[in-house]
């Protein structure tokens, strides 16, 4: 994974991607279903993505009706794959449903019903009408730890008490920014290691438990 994307700053900021500005409206997830294609799949298919996973993957979206494409990820951010949490409505529920137990190298075609997508709103800003199917190309390059995994916790709560500490989450800022090697402002240790317990330490007790970390709700924690 880029150092770009360590643990501090993706604690800090939110994956933008192709995700609904709103939950989508009418029909009935239960009645409508993702419709899996597999085009192609390694031989090798380990690891595969789960619920809180990091992924990178390219995709193409199309209109079911016309086959019009209306997104691709090729064109943007210099052509380089887009990196997204699994199952956290980071995209369209359709896309979180269609991604589980995907593997590196994998290909699929999936088509996502408009409950599961923009249901019936649509989403102008994306050129999605109401009531709209989508088809997705889905290409995956990559399955990682995501970054509220418990591995990344216990990485960082030396003591093993189950929250983390100032202490703990100042001195592993100092170790990722020794790693990436970036020149900083001397004040932006400071306001990284403020801004993490402004946006995670939400009873003010001056810890992050694993709760408070934990938003993906792992079961191990």
């Known amino acids: 994974m880029g150092r770009g994307l360590s643990l501090p700053l993706l604690l800090l900021l939110p994956l933008?991607?192709?995700?609904?500005?709103a939950r989508a409206e009418g029909g009935s997830a239960a009645a409508e279903e993702v419709q899996i294609e597999v085009l192609h799949l390694p031989e090798a298919c380990s690891p595969k993505s789960k619920k809180g996973d990091l992924?990178?993957?390219?995709?193409?979206?199309?209109?079911?009706?016309?086959?019009?494409?209306f997104y691709c990820s090729r064109t943007q951010n210099e052509g380089h794959p887009?990196?997204?949490?699994?199952?956290?409505?980071q995209v369209i529920k359709g896309l979180d449903i269609a991604m589980m137990n995907m593997c590196p190298g994998e290909k699929r075609k999936v088509t996502i019903p408009p409950s599961l997508a923009y249901g019936q709103q649509g989403?102008?800003?994306g050129k999605i009408p109401p009531n709209a199917t989508l088809i997705f190309e889905i290409e995956l390059y990559a399955v990682n730890k995501g970054p509220r995994s418990v591995e990344a916790f216990n990485q960082i709560d030396k003591d093993g008490?189950?929250?983390?500490?100032?202490?703990?989450?100042?001195?592993?800022l100092k170790e990722e920014f020794a790693r990436d090697?970036?020149?900083?402002?001397?004040?932006?240790h400071d306001e990284i290691l403020a801004d993490i317990f402004k946006k995670n330490d939400h009873d003010g007790d001056g810890f992050i438990s694993a709760k408070e970390y934990n938003v993906y709700q792992h079961d191990e924690l």
């Open 55 to 69: 992924l990178n993957a390219h995709y193409d979206g199309f209109l079911a009706s016309d086959g019009s494409k």
């Open 16 to 21: 933008a991607l192709l995700a609904a500005p």
């Open 161 to 172: 008490d189950k929250k983390l500490s100032e202490l703990e989450i100042s001195q592993y």
């Open 181 to 188: 090697g970036k020149k900083r402002h001397p004040s932006a």
């Open 82 to 89: 887009k990196w997204f949490v699994l199952g956290v409505g």
């Open 123 to 125: 989403y102008a800003q």
